[in-house]
């Protein structure tokens, strides 16, 4: 399996080896109560769905019934839901100390299947195949949501009492923006504090190494370039947008060269600047293109401001511009600069590192990131969240799946926490 498993020879059991050997007997429950999720779709009104209560009714349910208490349902008012909101689920398990809560934030919410005609079997009725789990959702997030409520469960049937309380979130609509998940929570709910563990496991790596604690800015730029079209026998006639574009989009290349820095923190240890999509121009060969349109996903270490980056595309664009009598429009498609990082020493990350060591028996290392997590409108919020999963990350593919092996050891890594000082 790779993962402890208990009980081991001799001696009296633990805490641990007791809530661990609890967890493994779990698995058939979990992985049953995985493909229940799965039938019921959450997905959100901006993309097709119902939104999250159905799911949501059978997680009170599990919470009720394994010993959770204020458990308490924060509704997002979403008029494109069939029930007018979104719900948004906090609740306690009680420890022996309530000065500060260890918190477990997953997301209901999924994304639509994509195309079924990639997938090997239904998308929502859930298979086992190979140790893992297939299904839409059961990696993203439900490894993690099955996981963690599984860890609490092991406490109630061991009638363990851990030191401080357990936090089990979960929240709606991660998956179109947060706005009436966690972040109407965050400005609408006291139940997070400046003390508390806030574990976000909706981003990792295969290994179980990764912990996010940061993240580039984002600057997402469209380029229009105007020319004037003309016939591709009289080029003298009018402004090759294309040819203009051209030579800008290499020029934009040495934005690498303007911002060099490094930051070991990060994976990749510097700022990315890389043409993307495309536009077409005109359909046939012989029109010298009036217009140019192409687009930049830029993602960019937090000691440089988004400001400075655009100031220097701008010195570009002018340069572009004069030299082939062009106009270019810049357009910001996307632009977060990036939020406070989570610091690779904060009690939540030495807690992960504590948990990775002896459950995985690897070394967790605290990363920043060049893609945004949710856990980033925790820290603007001015809380240290730190991401972490053991993941293959199958996230919104088709033939999604989860790694039973995974969902049994995050649960462990889970109540590892649970249990520290
Ligand atoms: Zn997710």
Redesign the pocket.
């Known amino acids: 399996m790779g993962t402890l498993s208990f009980p081991q020879k001799g001696g009296p059991m633990t805490e641990l080896e007791k809530i661990i050997s609890r967890i493994d007997s779990f698995r058939d429950e979990m992985i049953d109560f995985q493909i229940q999720l799965c039938a019921i779709p959450a997905i959100a009104p901006a993309s097709g769905g119902e939104g999250e209560v159905k799911k949501a009714e059978i997680l009170l349910d599990f919470l009720k019934k394994n010993g959770l208490s204020s458990i308490d349902v924060i509704k997002t008012p979403d008029l494109d839901a069939p029930t007018d909101y979104r719900p948004n689920i906090l609740a306690l398990y009680k420890g022996k100390d309530s000065s500060k809560t260890i918190w477990v934030m997953t997301?209901m919410d999924i994304v639509p299947p994509g195309e079924l005609a990639q997938w090997k079997g239904d998308p929502f009725k859930a298979w086992v195949e190979g140790g893992k789990i297939y299904g839409r959702g059961v990696e993203?997030?439900q490894q993690d949501m099955v996981a963690s409520l599984y860890a609490v469960k092991a406490f109630h049937e061991e009638g363990l009492k851990p030191n401080y309380d357990i936090g089990i979130a979960l929240v709606a609509d991660?998956e179109t923006g947060s706005e009436k998940g966690i972040d109407y929570v965050l400005s609408h709910s006291h139940a997070f504090r400046k003390q508390d563990l806030i574990v976000v496991p909706?981003a990792g790596n295969e290994e179980g190494t990764m912990i996010e604690v940061a993240e580039k800015s984002l600057l997402w730029l469209k380029f229009r370039t105007e020319g004037k079209q003309a016939h591709g026998s009289t080029p003298e006639k009018g402004i090759n947008s294309f040819r203009a574009a051209s030579f800008l989009v290499t020029e934009l290349n040495k934005l690498y060269n303007t911002f060099p820095d490094k930051d070991p923190l990060f994976d990749p240890p510097i700022s990315t600047f890389e043409p993307t999509k495309k536009e077409s121009n005109v359909p046939n060969i012989n029109t010298i293109p009036g217009e140019d349109v192409f687009y930049m996903d830029s993602r960019i270490l937090p000691r440089y401001t988004i400001e400075e980056v655009i100031k220097s595309i701008n010195t570009t664009t002018t340069k572009i511009e004069k030299e082939f009598k062009v106009k270019i429009f810049l357009e910001e498609t996307q632009k977060a600069p990036a939020a406070p990082p989570t610091s690779a020493d904060a009690p939540v990350v030495q807690a992960l590192k504590n948990a990775i060591k002896d459950i995985y028996k690897k070394d967790g290392k605290a990363t920043g990131i060049g893609g945004g997590t949710v856990a980033a409108l925790f820290r603007r919020a001015n809380f240290e969240a730190a991401c972490w999963a053991k993941l293959d990350e199958t996230?919104h593919q088709p033939n999604e799946y989860c790694i039973i092996d995974n969902m049994m050891g995050d649960a462990k890594v889970f109540a590892h926490i649970f249990l520290q000082e």
């Open positions: 997301h993203d997030n991660e909706d996230a």
